[in-house]
């Protein structure tokens, strides 16, 4: 789940090829321009927008094979935090191997910056959410 709040003409929007066969990614993960999960510590990844509920992905990841991502500086909330990522407002975020977010640094740079604590049972559009947290892109 990613819950866009910057308005969305201020940010920018690629498709990437993405095969959804072999990478596991939903709506908030982050990857990289290839369409790859990152490596722990990535520098330069990016959240996927393009929507999907469970498995299915939305029709035009159909059509095209590609997904869109979300670049530059924005405020969000999304529920592809790692397990253990408990933080504060200002604590820096990472993105781990499966392109979730994380407070755990493998070497790379912050992606974003928390703006509080993770929520849990967060509700959006209708789905239940175990953990959800709020950052703003660097």
């Given at each position: 789940m990613l819950e866009l709040l910057s308005d969305i003409n201020l940010v920018s929007?690629?498709?990437?090829?993405?095969?959804?066969e072999t990478v596991t990614a939903v709506q908030g993960?982050?990857?990289?321009?290839d369409g790859t999960l990152p490596s722990a510590g990535?520098?330069?990844s990016n959240a996927v927008w393009t929507e999907n509920r469970g498995s299915e992905w939305s029709p035009d990841h159909g059509a095209t094979g590609k997904v869109s991502v979300l670049y530059g500086k924005y405020?969000?909330?999304t529920s592809e935090v790692g397990v253990s990522t408990s933080c504060a407002a200002g604590t820096p975020l990472y993105v781990d191997a499966a392109g979730k977010l994380t407070i755990t640094d493998a070497g790379g740079s912050p992606v974003a910056i928390a703006l509080g604590a993770p929520v849990t049972n967060y509700k959006y559009l209708?789905?239940?959410y175990a953990k959800v947290v709020e950052f703003v892109t660097i």
């Open positions: 929007r690629f498709d990437v090829d993405f095969d959804s993960t982050f990857i990289e321009w990535a520098i330069g405020r969000a909330k209708g789905t239940d």
